[in-house]
């Protein structure tokens, strides 16, 4: 059964940092692509970064200038995201999301056909 599963979120104090997780169970990072997107609340959903096959990854938000940073663990199939230096503008929903059998980064939702359920990060202002 295909699943992605993200934790790793929570409340956090502005200038913190956080590192989200998405493992993956049915489909192998080897042959999907992994995006990371948020929600803010009242906003569209925005794409933040991707992992294509188990190798190159791209930052969507380059006006971030570094902040966010996409990893792996190969050997547990969980896919990482290192939020630096957070915001109150960085509090939203933080979904993981992967195209199977697809090789191909893409920072729009529609692209991608399965999604895990969310973690909540909040950042007081």
């Known amino acids: 059964q295909l699943q992605l599963v993200e934790s790793g979120g929570g409340l956090v104090q502005s200038g913190e940092s956080l590192r989200l997780s998405c493992r993956v169970s049915g489909l192998s990072l080897d042959t999907s692509t992994i995006g990371w997107f948020r929600q803010a609340p009242g906003k569209e959903r925005e794409g933040i970064s991707c992992l294509r096959c188990n190798g190159p990854t791209t930052n969507y938000l380059r006006s971030e200038k570094g902040r966010f940073a996409v990893s792996k663990n190969r050997a547990e199939n969980t896919v990482y995201l290192q939020i630096n230096n957070l915001r109150p503008e960085d509090t939203a929903v933080y979904f993981c999301?992967?195209?199977?059998?697809?090789?191909?980064?893409?920072?729009?939702?529609?692209?991608?056909?399965?999604w895990g359920q969310g973690t909540q990060v909040t950042v007081p202002s």
């Open positions: 999301a992967a195209r199977r059998s697809i090789c191909y980064c893409s920072d729009s939702d529609t692209h991608y056909s399965f």
